[in-house]
């Protein structure tokens, strides 16, 4: 019983609800199809993220304007919806932590923690249907995915890759329990159908 409370305890610390809201959370958003560009100088960047369904603007635009920054949602060339931000001095900061050079990196020994899970699991996941939860990867910036493989493993909810490295799944009793602990509770604007379940022992 002791080393249960502790576990918990612990785990309670990376939670998204654990502290207020950052503007660094939103490499949460760079973790899938997320991309951030600096403009002329580097003085300025903008920060993107296409959606795979409208549903999801409103909650990713709330978790912007959470930590300062204004986005919207815009029509692509694709017909699909991204959520977009203005070039912007207070972006800097994030580009330069998650890109080398012009090329996206996630930052070394980087903690995936709550807040920045939420929005990852909010902007690009799942529940694959099967009792496990998808996020998904950045198909143009391979050279990230086993970086957040080692960012997820280290904050408990090890993944594996599946998709052809489309997508990273967690599956399991303990995993799916710890991922639901970590981004805690359905955002406001955010359909339940998007969110992780903790299914007790149907998860697998």
Do not use: N
């Amino acid at each position: 019983m002791c080393s249960t409370v502790r576990s918990v305890s612990q785990l309670s610390l990376f939670s998204a609800d654990s502290r207020p809201a950052r503007l660094a959370d939103l490499g949460g958003l760079l973790c899938g199809p997320g991309r951030i560009t600096r403009f002329g100088a580097g003085d300025q960047a903008r920060l993107s993220v296409d959606l795979p369904d409208a549903a999801r603007a409103p909650a990713v635009v709330a978790a912007c304007a959470a930590v300062g920054i204004a986005a919207q949602p815009v029509v692509t060339e694709s017909g699909g919806v991204s959520v977009r931000t203005a070039f912007r001095c207070d972006l800097v900061g994030l580009a330069r932590t998650w890109t080398d050079g012009t090329v996206k990196a996630v930052p070394a020994e980087w903690q995936l923690d709550g807040p920045a899970l939420r929005l990852w699991a909010m902007s690009a996941g799942w529940p694959d249907g099967r009792g496990g939860y998808l996020l998904a990867l950045d198909r143009d910036a391979p050279q990230t995915h086993q970086s957040l493989i080692a960012a997820a493993t280290r904050a408990g909810i090890p993944p594996a890759r599946v998709g052809d490295g489309a997508a990273l799944r967690i599956s399991g009793t303990r995993r799916v329990q710890r991922l639901v602990e970590l981004v805690g509770p359905v955002p406001p604007r955010l359909s339940g159908e998007h969110w992780p379940r903790y299914w007790g022992r149907h998860a697998s």
